[in-house]
């Protein structure tokens, strides 16, 4: 079946430090979404992408929607403790719009 | 205040006992998902319907079954056949084919088979 490929699977940074991970899959998507769960509760939606190239901030973040639709890359700037939790990404398919997710990347901050 | 509900929070279950886990939103949302997340793994999607009455398997559908007799309930039963039951269970819904297919997803139910 379909698949998303997270990376980093973790990551361990100090606050201030600008995060980055990314989301690839060999089959095109039509819409991308980024969510962050913390323990023991449900992902909240972060940042929606629908177009190729598309780029889009909600505060500290930023996401883009590769131009290939086969990727998408979220960035966070200037971390801070309440940052630490699993992002997701999540691909929404052409066809019947079954929506994929991505490993997880497990972020850390240490303050 | 709107939005989508799971209940309930936790749940055991004895090893042979079918299970029904609920799941209902008010967001007017036309398409629903179940998923399984394990610890320390992404969600795998287990059914989704896109419309009542209607709802197809995802990639870890055995051991599971789904209805969808209202827009607004998805609930998801674990069957005796599912061998692992044990997990954290998540329901989303969305609006499918529109310019806005964000997916919200519920509190989440913790199932443990004792």
């Known amino acids: 079946g379909q698949q998303l490929n997270q990376s980093p699977q973790s990551m361990f940074i100090q606050e201030g430090e600008d995060v980055s991970m990314n989301c690839t899959s060999s089959?095109?998507?039509?819409?991308w979404l980024w969510y962050k769960q913390d323990p023991g509760e449900g992902p909240v939606l972060l940042i929606a992408?629908?177009?190729?190239?598309e780029l889009t901030s909600n505060g500290r973040l930023t996401a883009q929607f590769g131009i290939t639709r086969k990727d998408s890359f979220l960035n966070i700037s200037a971390s801070i403790p309440s940052d630490v939790g699993i992002y997701f990404c999540a691909g929404l398919t052409n066809q019947g719009g079954k929506l994929i997710f991505g490993q997880g990347t497990e972020l850390s901050v240490k303050p | 205040d709107g939005g989508i509900t799971q209940s309930p929070k936790y749940l055991f279950r004895k090893e042979g006992q079918n299970v029904t886990l609920s799941c209902e939103q008010n967001?007017?949302?036309?398409?629903m998902y179940w998923y399984r997340q394990d610890p320390g793994q992404g969600l795998r999607l287990i059914y989704y319907?896109?419309?009542?009455?209607?709802?197809q398997k995802g990639d870890i559908a055995e051991g599971y079954s789904v209805s969808r007799e209202k827009k607004e309930s998805f609930p998801l039963t674990v069957t005796s056949a599912q061998k692992n039951p044990t997990a954290f269970y998540l329901c989303?819904?969305?609006?499918?084919?529109?310019?806005?297919?964000?997916?919200?997803f519920g509190q989440g139910t913790r199932l443990t088979v004792v």
């Open positions: 089959s095109i998507f039509n819409t």
């Open positions: 989303a819904s969305s609006y499918p084919g529109t310019a806005s297919v964000e997916a919200f």
């Open positions: 967001l007017n949302h036309d398409a």
């Open positions: 319907s896109q419309i009542v009455n209607d709802f």
């Open positions: 992408l629908y177009k190729a190239g």
